[in-house]
């Protein structure tokens, strides 16, 4: 091995190598029609869920944009990108409900969960890390979204909640597929099957957070401190790791994608769900 690396290695200085230079920091701000805020701050790309008005809702148009932006950055020189919402009281609540309640039939169910799938592909597969900067709650396709991210850190009142089965119905989205991922198939089983909305606590515990900002801490600071240790790592540092790992979540996925689809249509288009459906609307 080259005496240089094997410094490097042991953690020494050697005079003969000069750091890499940073990237020209570049700042751009830009606001989606269908509610994503689009931020470029040197090495980070910060979309913001701006719907807070309907708790950042996933409407399916939203999620377009988030995946077409994931998609358009591939190649730029970020370090990696931050998924929040706006406001402090929701992450994403879920799915836009005036939309999803219009997907009665079982071709409305298979396209709207490819194209949400699709979207939420841009973030497991996006070259760098993706980071969920969890500000509230993050409930159903919310959750999914989350669990999406490679890394989530959260505020103390950010519950997680796949609960999709509250609602008679499987994950659309892939999610279930990423808890399975996290904590292996019978932790994850136990939480899916029961629909359990985790306390930031809980999440903390299982390693789905990696980090919960305290009370008396801006959740802004907190994130950048939590940034820091990523941002001053190599580029080609970020992206070697990042490849690594997800071509253990792409596996899982394939192996996996074809059955949760087809058995969210099946639980989607059957009248248990809708039944659910309508007892919870008239609980609100």
Known sequence: MHHAALLLIRGLSF?????????????????????????????VLRLTLNRPEKRNALSLSLLDDLGSTLRENNDTPVKCAVITGAGDRCFAAGGDLQELDAIR???????MSERGHSALDEVRYFPVPVIGALNGLALGGGAELAMACDIRIATEHADLGLIHAQLNVTTAWGGGIDLINAIGNSAALAILCSGQRLAAAEARQLRLYEAICPADKDFAGFTADFLNRILS????????????????????????????????????THEDHWQAVEQALKKR
């Open 105 to 111: 039939t079982e071709d409305e169910a298979r396209a």
């Open 233 to 268: 790592k190599s580029l080609n540092v970020l992206r070697g790791y990042k490849a690594t790992s997800a071509v253990r979540r792409r596996k899982l996925q394939d192996q996996l994608m074809m059955t949760a689809r087809e058995e969210f249509i099946k639980a989607w």
């Open 15 to 43: 005079p003969g190598i000069l750091p890499s230079k940073p990237a020209p920091a570049i700042k751009s701000t830009m606001n989606t029609d269908n509610g994503l805020l689009v931020e470029h701050n040197g090495d």
